[in-house]
């Protein structure tokens, strides 16, 4: 399996969420960036789902005052 395969995408989000669950956000947020950087491009430009991901991460590095972080993931 790849880094886009759906099953990779799940795993990597449920790793995520535990992180987030268990206050370890700096390790939720690396999670998320790779799976942002995995699907990038591979969808369609409008997909929801993806739009989701990115405002998940861009908010992460907002709310720990990574604001120059946040902006190139919007």
């Known amino acids: 399996l790849?880094?886009?395969h759906p099953n990779t995408v799940s795993t990597?989000?449920?790793l995520e969420t535990a992180y987030v669950a268990t206050d370890q956000?700096?390790?939720a947020a690396a999670v998320l960036a790779?799976?942002?950087a995995a699907l990038r491009g591979?969808?369609?430009k409008d997909d929801p789902v993806f739009a989701g991901l990115?405002?998940?991460l861009a908010a992460y590095h907002v709310d720990h005052g990574q604001d120059?972080?946040?902006e190139p993931v919007l």
Do not use: D, Q, S
């Open 34 to 36: 790779e799976v942002v």
């Open 2 to 4: 790849g880094p886009g």
């Open 25 to 27: 956000g700096a390790k």
């Open 12 to 14: 990597l989000l449920n």
């Open 42 to 44: 591979r969808g369609p």
């Open 54 to 56: 990115l405002a998940r």
């Open 68 to 70: 120059a972080a946040a």
